[in-house]
């Protein structure tokens, strides 16, 4: 394993009052397996809120020889595509709920739940407003059990999460009649001219208040002004045709013990989404059904099992579900290393992050996550462990993965500095 401290990519060399821009150095960013592509950078983030069974997840070997684990070796063939992180995890997580830190695994916010509390912007949709709208959705936000998801605004609002893969694939790829497509376009209009006549009360009322008001006001404009463009680019799009796809539409699973088939059906959108160049930021929670998964061998719930309490029988049983998740997640990295967007395959320019806001979630304990990043171009094929008495800031890769897709930061949520590796 080789860490090292990443020079700032805001260095400037200066002499004489002259300041020099540094290019692009090595040690500005993890080295890549292959020279950027010239295609677009693609994000995908999925989170397991049950944890994975730290035992058949986690090698005891650090490094490039690490040996295989059970559920590792469902990956194999992807070994040299995917980077493994032990002794990573936001601080503080312990919240109101003991699992209140689902809320909070792409924000890395402090005490989640508990008073006072506001969550801060997701990872995601730091890239999402970075890229606006240059695809159709800046970013699409899945869940396959409720609308609770990972992704938050920079206000902390929640994103909603898209449940169901039937109208997801309308949004995406169905045009729609005449007529829908003109009901949505007056909605928009509508929306429109409502923001031209809340300006106008606005601006009359900001002589009246004071100082202070007078500023929330002008954060209200700004709001306001941020909601009119996104209002326009949405127009734009509306008048783009949707594109075309060789895919049957999918059907629904109404069963909520069905979570493997939920899943899967999650898993065969993505690359759809980013083949068509639709958006280029997905994050999926993968959340606790509250019924007996239906997986052969299996008569407890998930959560239930989760909390084994050293179990064997219970061990074996949430093992089966893990090993049908990690099967499943198998099959969606075969699906994007398959599909090119001619400039590489879908995997090469898509940073994919799987894991858990959970390291044992046996003791609802956010530690030690099991964190596995695959594809996007970055060096692979090691298991990269931090030692010592405390996990090092998992925001530290997230800032990685944030520069991997062109923003230009050095810093987010709790991170000390750039992850990097070779």
């Not at 060399?13 to 950027?36: D, I, K, N, Y």
């Not at 059990?145 to 169905?174: D, W």
């Not at 398959?338 to 806001?357: I, K, M, Q, Y």
């Given at each position: 394993?080789?860490?090292?401290?990443?020079?700032?990519?805001?260095?400037?060399?200066?002499?004489?009052?002259?300041?020099?821009?540094?290019?692009?150095?090595?040690?500005?960013?993890?080295?890549?397996?292959?020279?950027?592509?010239?295609?677009?950078?693609?994000?995908?983030?999925?989170?397991?809120?049950?944890?994975?069974?730290?035992?058949?997840?986690?090698?005891?070997?650090?490094?490039?020889?690490?040996?295989?684990?059970?559920?590792?070796?469902?990956?194999?063939?992807?070994?040299?595509?995917?980077?493994?992180?032990?002794?990573?995890?936001?601080?503080?997580?312990?919240?109101?709920?003991?699992?209140?830190?689902?809320?909070?695994?792409?924000?890395?916010?402090?005490?989640?739940?508990?008073?006072?509390?506001?969550?801060?912007?997701?990872?995601?949709?730091?890239?999402?407003?970075?890229?606006?709208?240059?695809?159709?959705?800046?970013?699409?936000?899945?869940?396959?059990?409720?609308?609770?998801?990972?992704?938050?605004?920079?206000?902390?609002?929640?994103?909603?999460?898209?449940?169901?893969?039937?109208?997801?694939?309308?949004?995406?790829?169905?045009?729609?009649?005449?007529?829908?497509?003109?009901?949505?376009?007056?909605?928009?209009?509508?929306?429109?001219?409502?923001?031209?006549?809340?300006?106008s009360q606005t601006a009359s009322l900001r002589?009246?208040?004071?100082?202070?008001?007078?500023?929330?006001?002008?954060?209200?404009?700004?709001?306001?002004?941020?909601?009119?463009?996104?209002?326009?680019?949405?127009?734009?799009?509306?008048?783009?045709?949707?594109?075309?796809?060789?895919?049957?539409?999918?059907?629904?699973?109404?069963?909520?013990?069905?979570?493997?088939?939920?899943?899967?059906?999650?898993?065969?959108?993505?690359?759809?989404?980013?083949?068509?160049?639709?958006?280029?930021?997905?994050?999926?929670?993968?959340?606790?059904?509250?019924?007996?998964?239906?997986?052969?061998?299996?008569?407890?719930?998930?959560?239930?099992?989760?909390?084994?309490?050293?179990?064997?029988?219970?061990?074996?049983?949430?093992?089966?579900?893990?090993?049908?998740?990690?099967?499943?997640?198998?099959?969606?990295?075969?699906?994007?290393?398959?599909?090119?967007?001619?400039?590489?395959?879908?995997?090469?320019?898509?940073?994919?992050?799987?894991?858990?806001?959970?390291g044992n979630a046996n003791s609802h304990e956010?530690?030690?996550?099991?964190?596995?990043?695959?594809?996007?171009?970055?060096?692979?094929?090691?298991?990269?462990?931090?030692?010592?008495?405390?996990?090092?800031?998992?925001?530290?890769?997230?800032?990685?993965?944030?520069?991997?897709?062109?923003?230009?930061?050095?810093?987010?949520?709790?991170?000390?500095?750039?992850?990097?590796?070779?």
């Amino acid at each position: 394993m080789n860490l090292t401290r990443p020079v700032d990519r805001r260095t400037f060399l200066r002499a004489s009052g002259v300041a020099l821009a540094l290019p692009m150095l090595e040690s500005m960013t993890p080295r890549l397996a292959h020279a950027a592509a010239a295609g677009p950078r693609r994000m995908v983030n999925i989170c397991n809120t049950l944890g994975l069974y730290k035992e058949a997840w986690f090698p005891k070997t650090a490094g490039a020889g690490y040996e295989t684990t059970e559920y590792l070796s469902l990956l194999q063939k992807h070994r040299d595509n995917f980077t493994l992180f032990s002794g990573f995890s936001h601080e503080d997580q312990t919240g109101r709920q003991p699992h209140n830190s689902e809320i909070t695994f792409l924000t890395a916010a402090r005490r989640p739940g508990l008073d006072g509390f506001r969550n801060t912007i997701s990872m995601d949709q730091v890239v999402a407003n970075d890229l606006g709208y240059t695809t159709r959705f800046p970013s699409i936000v899945l869940g396959t059990a409720s609308p609770q998801s990972q992704s938050y605004t920079r206000s902390g609002a929640m994103v909603p999460a898209e449940t169901s893969p039937a109208n997801l694939f309308r949004q995406l790829f169905l045009q729609g009649t005449p007529e829908e497509v003109e009901r949505e376009k007056q909605s928009l209009n509508d929306g429109g001219s409502i923001l031209d006549r809340l300006k106008s009360q606005t601006a009359s009322l900001r002589r009246r208040v004071s100082m202070a008001d007078q500023l929330k006001l002008d954060a209200y404009y700004n709001a306001v002004r941020t909601a009119e463009l996104d209002l326009a680019e949405v127009k734009a799009w509306q008048q783009k045709p949707k594109p075309v796809v060789d895919a049957e539409p999918p059907v629904d699973i109404p069963s909520r013990s069905d979570l493997i088939g939920r899943i899967k059906l999650m898993f065969r959108m993505i690359p759809l989404i980013l083949e068509t160049d639709s958006s280029r930021v997905i994050s999926l929670m993968i959340q606790d059904h509250g019924v007996v998964i239906d997986v052969p061998g299996v008569n407890f719930d998930q959560h239930s099992l989760s909390h084994h309490g050293q179990d064997p029988a219970k061990i074996t049983q949430l093992k089966r579900i893990e090993t049908e998740i990690v099967e499943s997640f198998d099959d969606l990295l075969v699906d994007l290393a398959e599909r090119s967007d001619g400039n590489g395959s879908l995997l090469d320019n898509t940073a994919v992050l799987f894991g858990s806001n959970l390291g044992n979630a046996n003791s609802h304990e956010p530690k030690d996550l099991p964190i596995l990043v695959a594809g996007g171009g970055f060096s692979h094929g090691q298991h990269i462990v931090h030692e010592g008495r405390h996990n090092a800031p998992l925001c530290n890769l997230y800032v990685t993965l944030l520069q991997s897709m062109g923003v230009e930061t050095d810093t987010f949520g709790q991170s000390t500095s750039t992850l990097t590796w070779a």
